[in-house]
């Protein structure tokens, strides 16, 4: 499958934002400014092209396990929220190392987001030197501090000079000597409110080189299973949900005899069906009331976010189409397009049969799991209100009837 990783990571980074800001207050592209700054330091410090698309990369996923690291202690009986004196930067960087360990990166990015938190005068998380420190993490970790102290979504000429100030007080101490300087050299007020609003959209895709090229099934799996990790622990509610939306859809294409190019499209489109839901404020996502009708739109508008988000990476258009209209229905009666059945194949259809199946079976917090047979009553009585497609239910209960 042919995937540009820069395009990909580009396009997710806004709902990677959310996550932050939902976690930790960032603003809003906070990741595509770091991506961005790292870039423009790199390129100083003279780094090829692939190492500037692996930069921006680990730039952009810096802070991917956040929401896992959020729920494993909420699991143990911690909010994190509500203990803002801990320090968690050790823990989330480990999860977040290990996440984007099977990435096939371009170069050699061993330590780069476990580290990126570590100070230059070794005050850091695991207490690494400057000199310990790989150079790649040393310019995410400089950027990522400033925006999240200055917050670079607007700078006049006050707050430039208090950068200037901030970096030069803490050069060998929070940043490398080589940062610094290569700071210095880029870091005009020009520069820096060019950074402003959407507008970093276009800095950094004009910033890093077009790489798309062909992946394994393997290395596809590993793209979709980093995601889906990030988008199941945005809640407790879901924390296996789009995994196993992926395999079952992987599953349902080796029964329909697809070529294994096709079933491994069907396994990334579910494992990013729901990234839309990064979107979606947590405290939506996990209301233990009733939601209201503005609330129950918010959610629904994350189907819409899953369009947005992945219609802008080019070659992921049948993905696109499969993965985001998981909540159509056949009479019209679906989100987020209101699409009938003339207008849904069936990938679109099998996507959504399987998103209801998993959800039925699967254990939540609040609920078990049904059981294979509870289910497919449930759907059948869906198929008798129009709602979806009964051919697929009955292959549904051909292959998952017999491991239940």
Request: glycine share 6%.
């Amino acid at each position: 499958m042919k995937l540009s990783f820069s395009d990909l990571l580009g396009s997710i980074s806004y709902a990677l934002d959310c996550v932050e800001h939902d976690l930790l207050g960032v603003t809003t592209y906070h990741s595509k400014r770091v991506a961005y700054l790292s870039v423009l330091l790199g390129k100083e410090m003279g780094m090829s092209d692939m190492e500037l698309v692996d930069l921006a990369a680990c730039a952009v996923l810096h802070d991917n396990a956040l929401t896992e690291f959020v729920q494993e202690e909420y699991q143990k009986g911690i909010d994190v929220h509500d203990n803002e004196e801990l320090d968690t930067k050790g823990q989330h960087c480990s999860l977040g190392e290990r996440n984007v360990k099977d990435i096939p990166f371009h170069t050699n990015v061993e330590n780069v987001v476990l580290y990126h938190h570590e100070n230059a005068d070794g005050t850091g998380a695991f207490g690494k030197m400057a000199v310990d420190t790989p150079m790649m993490a040393q310019l995410i970790h400089m950027a990522d501090h400033i925006d999240a102290y200055l917050d670079l979504s607007f700078v006049d000429q006050k707050k430039y000079e208090k950068l200037l100030r901030f970096v030069r007080e803490n050069e060998d101490v929070l940043f490398s000597r080589p940062c610094v300087e290569s700071f210095r050299k880029i870091a005009s007020l020009q520069m820096m409110q060019d950074m402003e609003g959407a507008k970093i959209d276009v800095l950094l895709a004009e910033q890093i080189p077009f790489d798309e090229r062909e992946y394994t099934d393997a290395q596809i799996k590993a793209f979709a299973t980093v995601f889906a990790r990030i988008i199941d622990y945005k809640s407790n509610f879901t924390m296996h949900h789009s995994l196993g939306i992926a395999a079952k859809a992987e599953q349902m294409g080796h029964f329909y005899g697809y070529d294994p190019q096709i079933c491994i499209k069907l396994y990334f489109a579910g494992a990013m069906h729901d990234i839309g839901k990064l979107v979606v404020d947590r405290d939506v996502l996990e209301k233990p009331a009733k939601l209201t009708e503005e609330e129950f739109k918010h959610i629904q508008n994350h189907a819409f976010y899953t369009y947005d988000i992945l219609r802008k990476v080019h070659g992921l258009e049948d993905i696109t189409s499969w993965a985001s209209l998981h909540h159509e229905k056949l009479n019209g009666k679906g989100y987020p397009f209101g699409k009938t059945a003339s207008e849904l194949g069936h990938m679109e259809r099998l996507m959504a049969c399987i998103d209801i199946y998993q959800a039925l079976t699967e254990d939540r917090p609040y609920k078990e799991g049904m059981s294979h047979e509870a289910s497919m009553n449930i759907l059948h009585d869906m198929v008798e209100n129009g709602f979806i497609d009964g051919s697929i239910v009955s292959d549904l209960h051909t292959v998952f009837g017999t491991v239940s």
